[in-house]
């Protein structure tokens, strides 16, 4: 990919869905996991987890969507998470023109949204309480209003990172799912999903105060 100019559309963060330096330099990347190429290794079992993941059938995932370093020119800083929204791709920028690139399930039509924000603080096996507004249009989620314990069938999955705008929570995630083939497809209430063992590897990855590019249509980039 060659580098190219974009303007990212911000839109407001209206709807709820489920390291910035302040100067403009690099972000340094958090200490990370060594890069592993196998998928099989990737996406295999993590019993070590407190809910143990099971490995991912990797006949439900396009192998597009594995997770891989990529070549990948960005006028973004290093350690910057960029989330291709139309290409259904979430990159982390590294060095020398490269990139972890991450399959994502995004938001359905209706729940899109686009900006720049940070990753304010993220969270091991979150509680998820679902917003007013989704429990108003699912009442049957109401018994989760003070919030669903952690684990595997909890719609953050096995990680989550919290995205904020201006200091503000926009309600918005970037986060787990056991849900294999809904990588790729529009399917979330707003929030970005990957599989677990790719959120716990992002996780990993990036530090809180982490800078965050949201791309929509017309303003993507192709690695």
């Not at 991450?102 to 990753?119: K, L, N, P, Q």
């Not at 990957?194 to 791309?215: A, F, G, S, W």
Request: aromatic share 8%; net charge positive.
């Amino acid at each position: 990919m060659t580098r190219r100019s974009f303007v990212v559309t911000a839109s407001a963060f209206a709807l709820a869905g489920c390291q910035t330096t302040g100067n403009g330099n690099n972000v340094q990347l958090a200490a990370t996991p060594p890069i592993e190429t196998d998928p099989k290794k990737i996406y295999a079992a993590m019993p070590e987890e407190q809910f143990p993941i099971p490995a991912v059938n990797l006949k439900k995932l396009d192998p597009k969507f594995y997770r891989q370093v990529v070549d990948y020119s960005s006028p973004e800083p290093t350690g910057t998470i960029v989330v291709d929204t139309p290409n259904r791709y979430l990159y982390l920028t590294m060095p020398n023109d490269k990139a972890m690139r991450y399959g994502v399930g995004i938001g359905r039509a209706g729940f899109s949204w686009g900006g720049r924000a940070e990753i304010a603080w993220k969270r091991p096996w979150p509680t998820w309480t679902p917003p007013a507004e989704m429990i108003k249009r699912q009442p049957e989620l109401k018994k989760y209003a003070d919030g669903m314990e952690p684990g595997l069938h909890n719609p953050l999955g096995a990680r989550a990172l919290y995205i904020f705008e201006n200091g503000q929570d926009t309600l918005y995630r970037l986060h787990g799912t056991p849900e294999v083939a809904s990588i790729g497809k529009a399917v979330s209430s707003g929030c970005v999903r990957l599989i677990n063992q790719d959120i716990c590897d992002l996780y990993e990855r990036v530090p809180p105060r982490t800078r965050i590019v949201v791309l929509q249509k017309g303003n993507s980039l192709v690695g």
